[in-house]
T-cell receptor, first 117, second 114 residues
Framework: DTEVTQTPKHLVMGMTNKKSLKCEQH?????MYWYKQKAKKPPELMFV???????INESVPSRFSPECPNSSLLNLHLHALQPEDSALYLC????????????????FGSGTRLTVV | AQSVTQPDIHITVSEGASLELRCNYS??????LFWYVQSPGQGLQLLLK??????LVQGIKGFEAEFKRSQSSFNLRKPSVHWSDAAEYFC????????????FGTGTRLAVRP
């Protein structure tokens, strides 16, 4: 298995809702990442997990709460989001935490398209 | 701090023509350099990377890139473009000494004329 699987592919939520994004990989990668990508913009790093521990939080608002229950799974819990949080949320994994990602670099999922109404 | 510039926002080429996408980086030491491709609504796929060694790097889908330290460039090339190459291309730079941050350029959108 050489994929990063993200669910759901699309999500529409109200500003008072609580929802979660899920990311899964079975490549034995020990680093996992959340990126946010607005339309026609490059991805922006949100969080980095290394060996199931949070190692980087890019000053992301607390309405985004990451969780790494085990080495294969990464969640992003969403609560009280704003319309400006609408974006494509990308998960990625790599062999280790270094941003070179080891010899294989990062593997990205296809993303969750989030719309906040 | 490291940065990367992709001067071309949008490029259109004819199918079968050659392609060169420009990428310039700013970093004091030798950076780690990457090219990723993103099809509409999809995630990013790694095309190729440069860490050290041979400055001409071969990637997937017939792409190659050349690291030129004197010009701080890492341009992506393909000798003959296919219609399926139409996508957004991102150059990225990373370095362990800068906190392991991977910084993306703003992207170049490639359109392919039949």
């Amino acid at each position: 298995d050489t994929e990063v699987t993200q669910t759901p592919k699309h999500l529409v939520m109200g500003m008072t809702n609580k929802k979660s994004l899920k990311c899964e990989q079975h490549m034995g990668h020990r680093a996992m990442y959340w990126y946010k990508q607005k339309a026609k913009k490059p991805p922006e790093l949100m969080f980095v997990y290394s060996y199931e521990k949070l190692s980087i939080n890019e000053s992301v608002p607390s309405r985004f709460s990451p969780e790494c229950p085990n080495s294969s799974l990464l969640n992003l819990h969403l609560h009280a989001l704003q319309p400006e949080d609408s974006a494509l949320y990308l998960c990625a994994s790599s062999q280790d935490r270094g941003l070179t990602g080891g010899v294989s670099g990062y593997t990205f999922g296809s993303g969750t398209r989030l719309t906040v109404v | 701090a490291q940065s990367v510039t992709q001067p071309d926002i949008h490029i259109t080429v004819s199918e079968g023509a050659s392609l060169e996408l420009r990428c310039n980086y700013s970093y004091g030491a030798t950076p780690y350099l990457f090219w990723y491709v993103q099809s509409p609504g999809q995630g990013l796929q790694l095309l190729l990377k440069y860490f050290s060694g041979d400055t001409l790097v071969q990637g997937i889908k017939g792409f190659e890139a050349e690291f030129k330290r004197s010009q701080s460039s890492f341009n992506l090339r393909k000798p003959s473009v296919h219609w399926s190459d139409a996508a957004e291309y991102f150059c990225a730079v990373g370095a362990r000494s800068s906190g392991d941050k991977l910084t993306f350029g703003t992207g170049t959108r490639l359109a392919v004329r039949p």
